[in-house]
T-cell receptor, first 117, second 113 residues
Framework: GNSVTQMEGPVTLSEEAFLTINCTYT??????LFWYVQYPGEGLQLLLK?????DKGSNKGFEATYRKETTSFHLEKGSVQVSDSAVYFCALSDRMNYGGSQGNLIFGKGTKLSVKP | DVKVTQSSRYLVKRTGEKVFLECVQD?????MFWYRQDPGLGLRLIYF???????EKGDIPEGYSVSREKKERFSLILESASTNQTSMYLCASSILISGNTIYFGEGSWLTVV
């Protein structure tokens, strides 16, 4: 079945350091790929998404490119800030054949990022 | 902006109590979901619904039930709460298209003592 594997944390960086959080996936067909972020005490928010191969999603200085050949969707940011401290989840879309419905996401286990001043 | 509202942020319940977690979305989404989030396990799908009165089991439905009497409202029910159901519960919604964004509520922290 479909699955998502992301690097385990926690990841601790100094402010202005370069960030990479690795994410690889296993899927049949052509799923959409997502990064969600969860700030302390909050629910998940969409950070960025890509819907087809070679698409690049970007938001708030974060980027991720949908690489079909390596089945990857690594999250990067050139210069992290203390305010980026959060848990980051990689996810892919899944097809649920319940009455023709579609739309669930398969999530990785999350990577906790801590940025120190 | 899409808004998914969970009625309670923090709850403390006793073992054996019946617990209701309520969720409302304001964007006329067809799909609604209940997830459970635990450290080291990520998010796990409990139940989801793609229409009023329709429900389907997710990965961990045991000990839970759901109700969707109106399109905008999706309730999670713990018939007899147990300590291993202490967790963060996240409600979410989306439109009925694969690959579309899922929108989450802020979460409900449930402690069962």
């Amino acid at each position: 079945g479909n699955s998502v594997t992301q690097m385990e944390g926690p990841v601790t960086l100094s402010e202005e350091a370069f960030l990479t959080i690795n994410c690889t996936y296993t899927a049949t067909g052509y799923p959409s790929l997502f990064w969600y972020v969860q700030y302390p005490g909050e629910g998940l928010q969409l950070l960025l998404k890509a819907t087809k191969a070679d698409d690049k999603g970007s938001n708030k200085g974060f980027e991720a490119t949908y690489r079909k050949e390596t089945t990857s969707f690594h999250l990067e940011k050139g210069s992290v800030q203390v305010s980026d401290s959060a848990v980051y989840f990689c996810a892919l879309s899944d097809r649920m054949n319940y009455g023709g419905s579609q739309g669930n996401l398969i999530f990785g286990k999350g990577t906790k990022l801590s940025v120190k001043p | 902006d899409v808004k998914v509202t969970q009625s309670s942020r923090y709850l403390v319940k006793r073992t054996g109590e019946k617990v209701f977690l309520e969720c409302v979305q304001d964007m006329d989404h067809e799909n609604m979901f209940w997830y459970r989030q635990d450290p080291g396990l990520g998010l796990r799908l409990i139940y989801f619904s793609y229409d009023v009165k329709m429900k389907e089991k997710g990965d961990i439905p045991e000990g839970y039930s759901v109700s969707r009497e109106k399109k905008e409202r999706f309730s999670l029910i713990l018939e007899s709460a147990s300590t291993n159901q202490t967790s963060m519960y996240l409600c979410a919604s989306s439109i009925l298209i694969s690959g579309n964004t899922i929108y989450f509520g802020e979460g409900s922290w449930l402690t069962v003592v």
